[in-house]
Nanobody, 119 residues
Framework: QVQLVESGGGLVQPGGSLRLSCAAS????????MGWYRQAPGKQRVLVAL??????VYGDSVEGRFTISRDNAKNTVHLQMTSLEPDDTAVYYC??????????????WGQGTQVTVSS
């Protein structure tokens, strides 16, 4: 089992910045990828940013404004969000794609952290 604990959400004015963090703990062989998704009220959960050893991808609406970074030694991932817009308001979920010691692969999700962009 893997636990993901998020932090850093909150209320920010348009144009402002926030930094989200997510720490993974538990028993696993390796984390293949970590990243962030978000879900606005009444909408589907969508990719914000995802990073692995091979690549980093961003959702179209955040590229150039958000930056994802990962600390493999600490099993953490961060999302630096700048130039925030009201449309960025959503619950942000940390995601980890993990390989267990038996070789099976699993997806895990954090509990979500609210980001609200409003004046």
């Amino acid at each position: 089992q893997v636990q993901l604990v998020e932090s850093g959400g909150g209320l920010v004015q348009p144009g402002g910045s926030l930094r989200l963090s997510c720490a993974a703990s538990g028993s696993f062989f390796t984390i293949n990828a970590m990243g962030w998704y978000r879900q606005a009220p009444g909408k589907q959960r969508v990719l914000v940013a995802l990073t692995s050893s091979d690549s980093t991808v961003y959702g179209d609406s955040v590229e150039g404004r958000f930056t994802i970074s990962r600390d493999n030694a600490k099993n953490t991932v961060h999302l630096q969000m700048t130039s925030l817009e009201p449309d960025d308001t959503a619950v942000y979920y940390c995601n980890a794609h993990v390989t267990a010691y038996l070789g099976t692969r699993h997806d895990y999700w954090g509990q979500g952290t609210q980001v609200t962009v409003s004046s």
